[in-house]
């Protein structure tokens, strides 16, 4: 199993930017789909980013063109750059693999408030 440690985080104003990273732990890290989660207050877990073993990304309509999502297998990392931030981007973020076989880390929060 990989083990998960999200953060960078934070408030920002609309149109600003978040990096987000993940930290993965487990030799087989490089062996996994890995993806960006989020969540809303009340509402159910969603996959917003998707980075393959080589490093091909697929995103969901609402979040494209703005995140981009990568991997450093050398470093077990997964990062999440999120740019042109809106306030229905407030969630809070989890990385895991796809499908999600991880336990799940206490992900970071993101806020964009004026």
């Known amino acids: 199993q990989v083990q998960l440690v999200e953060s960078g985080g934070g408030l920002v104003q609309p149109g600003g930017s978040l990096r987000l990273s993940c930290a993965a732990s487990?030799?087989?890290?490089?062996?996994?789909?890995m993806g960006w989660y989020c969540q809303a207050p009340g509402k159910q877990r969603e996959l917003v980013a998707t980075?393959?073993?080589?490093?091909?990304?697929q995103y969901v309509d609402s979040v494209k063109g703005r995140f981009t999502i990568s991997r450093d297998n050398a470093k077990n990392m997964v990062y999440l750059q999120m740019n042109s931030l809106k306030p229905d981007d407030k969630d809070i973020y989890y990385c895991?693999?796809?499908?999600?076989?991880?336990?799940w880390g206490q992900g970071t929060q993101g806020t964009v408030s004026t």
């Open positions: 980075v393959t073993i080589s490093g091909g990304t």
């Open positions: 487990g030799s087989i890290f490089s062996m996994y789909l």
């Open positions: 895991n693999t796809i499908p999600a076989i991880s336990t």
